[in-house]
């Protein structure tokens, strides 16, 4: 009797104030009189039931499941040894059923909450109405059900709680030591049914109850700090919901009691330290403090590394890290938080069972977390991930849940972020839907309610101009005017509502030519204005759009007022170091300038030199090559930058023109040159720095842009100031571009729908000269491409196998090789009198008869035989894809290394077809030549891509003698088919070629560039050059098999006669002499014609 005094004395002092001696004393004297109860003890049962109790709350207290097992053991002999009409079956069956449920919290075994649920219904169902004990198994059997609906979001089950927590609360009195439980039970009940219908009742009567329960709880009491978790929940809930931040506050107080209060050892202790990572993180959204968002992520790592790996709420703090790890990416862009966020959710996905109902949440969050990576670094991939993401959660989240609508909302921008990458006007038509649906699933009085509807305008706007319909526009200006409507005037996104309904108001007059819209439409463009900050990176944007309206007022009554408005808001929005979104100010700074081309010419130059300026920072160095290029393509920097040559030829100001040409024609390949390798220069310092200051102020995540613009720009002055990088992100200017002209003349060749010019570039003494091409239209030059294709088609020109007759005539016996000869003849003719000619006339006026010259052509221009033209072999004609890239080559130092490499692919698969019989004779060609120890071949199964690329990294020089292919969707992909593999071009770029010198490229397709691109000649001869080879021997298309070895041997005999070793500035000669010999034998047109110089 003492040791069962004394244990339940332990037990209800520790119930009352959670001291562990307490506790271990307990289970120790329990164990003691177990020990020392015979088997036939008629009190034995319920010494057992007590023993069991004591393991289930030292277990509760240490999380030990040793502890639980034992527990769960002893209470299922107490219930076998219990006959079914005792008096105490039914608190025995309850006591079993907490610790199924434990355990099923513990480890997420459904069969656990399916036991606890039947057992707990056992339970009431022995508990007659008016037995004291009925009120305890109301709410024991209310938790499961809860449990059990958390689990299979059966609304039945969560009802059926909420029924059976107010039975037990009515049945209790109020000074009663249970009531506070059972209060907590019902709020936490409430609680989960607001969680799913958004119902406000609900919510605010899980406060009342949670509210009562804390009050009711003694300071000291172990329940206290779970009954504060529950409560700075709905706190957080209700703020969510009306947006008082005074319930944020208390929140994070009474999350941060609840910490305090739980010791370092508790298994409640991750639960608090999540919740309050919760709240910190709402209040971080809310007031933008980074020491807010540090704590998160903090107390998220403090909670995940106190949970048990097997624990089932270890996938609800790893979506909680998650989170936190991608808001700080969004605050300072580290891309190490994205990827980590990425990692950490995932992780939680994958620890959450199939049938979870927090499983629709996991998804969207990882979904989120794939669309800001697709978003920073482009990759396709992750796009299709993030809408596949959102369509689970979708098809897995009930209908009336209220998480549709953010998720809906976050599908729908998914979809629109796919729309305007690939162009399918489906994803459009599901963006729209999907946004409408987030609306109509979303309380009048809900906060997010006008972010919603702003998305919506926006998605309309777009269709409206890509299909015309006038109701999607008048949809877009209803929509954008209520969310404006909705929005606090000291709101921070009002702004940015205002802007999309100015855009709206603006295209309606566009399409109505209402004045009164007009004059709206200004009026709310300048209440954007007046509501934006001076140092908000939207501000820029803001200004924008309201020159944007005034100049379809001055087109409207032309009044000079509006005029100089339009002025000084384009030079205030451009004179600011701080802007978000970079691409919609090129598009603003493209406008300005056509607007001045015929309205204000002065301000032309300024104009698109703030366009310019812009594309290393739309092109920063935190993006893929490949995203860069499909951004070229967006902005459509190529047909700009040529309407900017021709204005700036139009106002005689040729060194800028030649200067903007290179921005645009350059851009990609001065991000490869230039600044990658420069980056490569900087401390892994500086680059991390700069990278992180670019995303804070480029992603308008910062609350202090000024600041972060003044420090990125010292950043980049002490970075300037180092040997080498005086232009690091700044365009080079013509002072240096003309030197590329030191050994021969660069012509630049443009076209433009007003017009085709020639710019030569003679030496740094001398101003550019400029030659008209008065017969040059663009129409001309796409027939010409055009002409030139189809005969590359009757000639069967597509690899480089030797051509059969089918294949030679395309099947129309009428195209015989005469009439091709005779067209090629004309193509020629036709190039040389009004490009090659008046060009050479002009050299020939400034004493220049002969040598060398490099074409720089761009837009319609690339591709054309411009070399094979007018009088071919007055001038040793080369290529080069910009004026940096010569300047590159030209500065480069020779190798001291002469180690030669030669690839020659017969075939690319063992037994494979397309069998290449001039490579074998090719190479023995070669190696009869080039008689130097140095020489290293790769033949037949030996040419795979890892030994290619060893051999790209020893040799200096190298010919490759196999097939190649190009990918004009993506020109990065283009490769060399080599044996069993293929070698990229991106991965060439990023390969260290310390030694390279000279590569001639026998493949099809090596040189003929992409010219929806303008030229940036992403193929792969200029590829190499970016790699860093000084020279390099391509083809306008595929050479003929038979060519190859003759085209060699008189190749290298010339760079190699006498002895001498060979000289890449050399190679541009050899290969005309080569060329020369194949025209000497009656070569038909099409087999010499593609052989071009690249390089130095």
Not at 388 to 415: W, Y
Not at 547 to 570: G, T, V
Not at 733 to 751: F, R, T
């Amino acid at each position: 009797m003492y040791l069962q005094s004394l244990a339940a004395s332990l037990t209800a002092r520790y119930q009352q104030l959670g001291g562990l001696v307490d506790l271990e004393s307990a289970v120790q004297r329990r164990q003691e009189i177990m020990d020392l109860t015979p088997e036939d003890h008629p009190n034995r049962v319920h010494i057992l039931h007590n023993l069991a109790a004591s393991f289930h709350d030292r277990y509760r207290r240490l999380g030990n499941l040793k502890d639980l097992e034992a527990a769960m053991q002893h209470l299922q002999e107490v219930v076998n040894l219990t006959p079914a009409d005792h008096i105490s079956r039914a608190h025995y069956l309850q006591s079993l059923a907490l610790s199924f449920r434990d355990r099923y919290q513990r480890l997420g075994y459904l069969q656990d909450l399916e036991l606890a649920v039947e057992t707990d219904q056992e339970a009431v169902e022995l508990t007659p109405e008016g037995h004291p004990d009925r009120a305890e198994t109301q709410a024991a059997s209310a938790t499961s059900l809860r449990d059990r609906y958390r689990r299979l979001n059966n609304l039945e089950d969560l009802n059926a709680a909420v029924n059976r927590f107010q039975k037990a609360v009515n049945l209790t009195p109020a000074d009663h030591p249970d009531r506070a439980t059972y209060l907590q039970g019902l709020g936490v009940s409430f609680a989960d049914r607001y969680q799913r219908l958004g119902g406000l009742m609900d919510l605010e009567a899980a406060l009342q109850s949670k509210k009562e329960a804390a009050d009711l709880t003694p300071a000291g009491h172990p329940d206290k700090p779970g009954c504060l978790q529950s409560l700075a929940f709905s706190f957080r809930d209700r703020y969510q919901r009306l947006g008082n931040i005074q319930d944020l506050t208390v929140a994070v107080q009474t999350d941060q009691e609840a910490v305090h209060l739980t010791p370092p050892d508790h298994p409640d202790k991750p639960s608090h330290l999540q919740s309050l990572a919760s709240s910190l993180r709402e209040r971080y959204q809310r007031l933008g403090e980074l020491k807010d968002l540090e704590e998160v992520v903090q107390r998220a790592q403090e909670a995940l590394a106190l949970t048990p790996k097997e624990h089932l709420a270890r996938g609800e703090l790893l979506s909680i890290l998650g989170m936190s790890l991608q808001q700080r990416y969004r605050r300072v862009g580290d891309l190490e938080d994205l990827e980590a966020a990425v990692q950490q959710k995932q992780g939680a996905l994958d620890i959450a069972p199939v049938d979870h109902p927090a499983r629709p949440q996991l998804l969207q969050s990882l979904a989120v977390s794939f669309t800001d990576r697709y978003q920073q670094l482009g990759d396709l991939k992750d796009l299709v991930s993030a809408v596949q993401g959102f369509q689970e959660a979708i098809g897995t989240m009930p209908a009336d849940h209220q998480d549709m609508p953010e998720l809906l909302q976050n599908h729908s921008v998914a979809l629109s972020e796919r729309f305007h990458r690939l162009g399918d006007l489906e994803d459009l038509e599901a963006a729209v839907q999907g946004f409408q649906r987030a609306i109509d699933c979303t309380p009048a009085d809900y906060p997010d309610r006008s972010e919603y509807l702003h998305s919506l305008a926006v998605a309309l706007k777009e269709r409206y101009r890509q299909l015309g319909d006038v109701k999607d526009l008048e949809a877009a200006r209803t929509r954008s005017q209520e969310a404006v409507n909705l929005t606090p005037a000291d709101h921070p996104n009002r702004a940015r509502y205002l802007q999309v309904l100015g855009e709206s108001v603006t295209d309606q007059y566009l399409r109505l030519e209402d004045v009164t819209d007009l004059e709206a439409a200004v009026q709310i463009d300048q209440e954007a204005v007046d509501f934006t900050p001076m140092d908000h990176p939207d501000r820029p944007k803001c200004l924008q759009g309201l020159a944007i309206s005034l100049i379809y007022r001055y087109h409207r009554f032309r009044n000079p007022k509006d005029l100089e408005e339009i002025h000084n808001y384009y030079t205030a929005s451009f004179s600011t170091p701080i802007m978000n979104r970079p691409e919609s100010s090129w598009k603003a700074a493209v406008t300005w300038a056509s607007f001045s081309a015929h309205f204000q010419p002065s301000d032309v130059s300024m104009a698109y030199q703030a366009a310019f300026d812009l594309l290393p920072e739309i092109l920063w160095i935190g993006n893929d090559i490949p995203v860069r290029h499909d951004a070229i393509r967006r902005l459509d920097v190529g047909p700009i930058a040529a309407a900017a040559v021709r204005t700036y030829i139009n106002l005689g100001q040729l060194r800028s023109a030649v200067a903007i040409l290179e921005q645009g024609v350059g851009t990609i390949f001065q991000q490869m040159l230039q600044l990658e390798p420069d980056v490569a220069k900087l401390s892994q310092m500086q680059a991390a720095q700069l990278q992180q200051l670019s995303f804070k102020l480029y992603s308008g995540t910062s609350s202090n842009p000024r600041e972060v613009a003044a420090e990125r720009k010292n950043l980049l002055d002490s970075i300037r100031k180092q040997q080498g990088l005086e232009y690091f992100l700044l365009p080079t200017p013509y002072s240096k571009l003309c030197d590329a002209a030191e050994n021969g003349p660069v012509i630049i060749l443009n076209s433009h729908a007003d017009g085709s010019d020639a710019i030569i570039i003679l030496n740094s003494a001398l101003e550019p000269v400029h030659v008209a091409l008065p017969n040059i239209t663009i129409d001309l030059l796409r027939s010409q491409r055009d002409t030139l294709k189809d005969l590359l088609s009757h000639c069967g020109v597509r690899t480089r196998e030797e051509s059969d007759s089918t294949r030679l005539f395309g099947g129309r016996e009428e195209f015989t090789s005469k009439t091709t000869n005779e067209r090629f003849e004309e193509m020629l003719t036709w190039l040389g009198s009004n490009i090659v000619d008046p060009v050479c006339q002009a050299l020939s006026s400034h004493g220049i008869f002969g040598g060398r010259l490099w074409w720089l052509p761009t837009g319609l221009f690339t591709g054309l035989p411009l070399h094979a033209s007018g009088s071919p072999d007055k001038f040793i004609h080369s290529y080069t894809t910009t004026l940096e890239s010569l300047l590159v080559a030209q500065a480069k130092k020779s190798s001291i290394t002469h180690k030669f490499g030669v690839v020659g692919v017969t075939h690319t698969s063992h037994g494979g077809k397309n069998y290449l019989k001039g490579v074998e004779q090719e190479v023995k060609k070669i190696s009869s030549v080039i008689k130097t120890p140095g020489l290293q071949s790769l033949k037949g199964e030996h040419a795979t891509p890892d030994a290619v690329k060893l051999q790209l990294q020893d040799c200096s020089w190298v010919h490759l003698a196999c097939h190649g292919t190009q990918d004009l969707m993506e020109p990065t992909k283009s490769r060399l088919l080599l044996y069993e593999g293929s070698l990229e071009l991106e991965t060439i770029l990023r390969m260290p070629l310390q030694n390279a010198e000279f590569v001639f490229l026998a493949a099809c397709q090596t040189a003929m560039g992409d010219t929806d691109l303008f030229n940036e000649s992403f193929h792969l001869g200029g590829g190499f050059i970016a790699a860093g080879f000084r020279s390099v021997v391509g083809t306008l298309w595929s050479m003929n098999d038979q060519d190859g070895p003759l085209v060699a041997e008189t190749f290298y005999s010339h760079l190699f006669s006498n002895g001498r070793q060979p000289q890449a500035s050399d190679t541009a000669e050899a290969l005309q002499l080569a060329v020369r010999e194949l025209k000497a034998r009656k070569i038909p047109y099409e087999r010499w014609i593609p052989f071009i110089h690249m390089g130095v």
